[in-house]
C-alpha cells in the first residue's frame, strides 16, 4: 500500500503482486516519479482496509484516492466506485454508462490498470455472461472478494 503524505491512497496491491504495483506506479507516474519512503506507521488507510477485510465493507468507502492516469480511465475508476457493494456491473454495461458504449476493451484495459483495486472496485466488473474475467490479482481473489461483499456466484 502507498500513500501520499496527505494520507491518500496512491496503490496497493496483493502482498505477492509488489512487481505489479511497482510497474502501475512507473506508468502512472513515469520512471523516478514516486519516492517510496518506509514510514513504519499503520496509516488511516491502513486501518480502513483492515477493518474491510474484517467485515466492515463500507470502510473501504472513506479512503481518499488519488491517482494517476488518463482521463479516460479516471472517469472509469470514478464509475467504478458507484457499483454498489453487493453488486457486479457487466463491462459493456460500465462502458455503456461512461456513454461510450463500444468502448467495451477500452473499458477493460482501464480496470486492469487500476492502481489502487478493491477501494476503487474493479473486482466488481464481470464478463456480459456472468463470468468472472480479469483481476490482477488473479480470479480466485476476484471471487473470494465478491463473496466477502455477498455477491452470490454461479
Not at 26 to 33: E, K, P
Request: with cysteine; proline share 3%; glycine share 12%.
Amino acid at each position: 500500500m502507498l500513500t501520499d503524505e496527505q494520507d491518500r491512497l496512491r496503490a496497493v496491491d496483493w502482498e505477492d503482486h509488489d512487481p505489479r504495483m511497482h510497474r502501475l506506479l512507473r506508468l502512472h507516474y513515469g520512471a523516478g516519479g514516486v519516492t517510496l519512503i518506509d514510514r513504519n506507521r499503520r496509516s488511516a488507510v491502513w486501518r480502513s482496509l483492515k477493518a474491510y477485510f474484517s467485515g466492515d465493507l463500507a470502510a473501504i468507502e472513506g479512503i481518499a484516492v488519488k491517482t494517476g492516469g488518463t482521463a479516460f480511465q479516471r472517469s472509469v475508476w470514478a464509475a467504478l466506485c458507484k457499483i454498489p457493494v453487493g453488486r457486479t456491473l457487466s463491462y459493456g454495461a460500465l462502458a455503456a454508462r461512461l456513454k461510450c458504449p463500444n468502448a467495451v476493451r477500452a473499458v477493460g484495459l482501464a480496470n486492469g490498470a487500476n492502481p489502487v483495486g478493491i477501494v476503487v472496485p474493479c473486482h466488481r466488473v464481470i464478463g456480459s455472461d456472468g463470468s468472472l474475467t480479469g483481476y490482477g490479482g488473479g480470479i480466485e481473489r476476484k471471487r473470494w472478494l465478491l463473496r466477502h461483499e455477498g455477491v452470490l456466484l454461479a
